[in-house]
């Protein structure tokens, strides 16, 4: 189960130099394996609203909420605490550390093109680098895909 973070799915989404990545990642996994937080679907919305590409929003939405099978899920704002910890703990921006608290909840593994997220553990990164850390694997997309 791995929680794509803002950045994978835009990378797709806009079509930009990883694409292709992205594209068989999403090809290889089934949807009700994906997750994405809310506040991560809200930034997608707000970038491509920025960038007058609401068509390509509702292509998203219908695509893997309507259509597929993908899973938002969220942290309540009472436990914004363990959102603050993994701040201090990690020194995360509020956005990562949001990632963060809800792949530790869902028991996920974080999807990302973020660095940020390396040295924290519990993901697996697409950035054709691979290391270990304490909870699973950082490894190269293409890994990734012939795993599952």
Known sequence: MYLLDSNV??????????????????????????????????????????LNKRDLLLKFVHDMFIYGAVNLVQIIPMNTNIIVNFIEQYKLDFDDAYQYAAAEKYNLEIVSFDTDFVPK????????????????????????????
């Open 9 to 50: 799915w835009l990378e797709r989404l806009l079509n930009t130099e990883r694409a292709d990545e992205v594209r068989r990642f999403l090809n290889t996994i089934p949807s009700d394996s994906m997750f994405i937080t809310d506040l991560s679907f809200h930034s997608i919305g707000i970038i491509l609203d920025k």
């Open 121 to 148: 553990g519990c993901l697996w990164q697409l950035n054709g680098t691979r290391k270990k850390n304490s909870r699973a694997g950082i490894k190269p997309i293409a890994t990734l895909i012939e795993r599952v």
